[in-house]
Nanobody, 122 residues
């Protein structure tokens, strides 16, 4: 069983920065891939960024150049540094994880955190 716990959400003005963190607990981290998704009110959940077990890094076009995903010192932690935040970045952000990369970096995640709210005011 995998458990994911996010932290670091909050309220920030447009142009500001926030850093999200996610800690995973699991029996093994072999072929363990993690990512971030977000869901705004009235919209479907969308892919934000991912980092694979082989340290491949992927971003959605909407956050590329502003957000940075990275692994922590421990293999079970990732962070999402969000700079240049815009009101349209307002959403609940979810940490996600899966084993293997067969379904690509945007889909196939079957473990999810509880979500953390990010609100960007204009």
């Amino acid at each position: 069983q995998v458990q994911l716990v996010e932290s670091g959400g909050g309220l920030v003005q447009a142009g500001g920065s926030l850093r999200l963190s996610c800690a995973a607990s699991a029996r093994t981290f072999s072929s363990f891939n993690m990512g971030w998704f977000r869901q705004a009110p009235g919209k479907e959940r969308e892919f934000v960024a991912a980092i694979s077990w082989s340290e491949g890094i992927y971003y959605s076009d909407s956050v590329k150049g502003r957000f940075t995903i990275s692994k922590g010192n421990a293999e079970n932690t990732i962070s999402l540094q969000m700079n240049g935040l815009k009101p349209e970045d307002t959403a609940v952000y979810y940490c996600a994880a899966k084993y293997g990369e067969g379904s690509g970096y945007k889909t196939g995640y079957n473990y999810w955190g509880q979500g953390t709210q990010v609100t960007v005011s204009s």
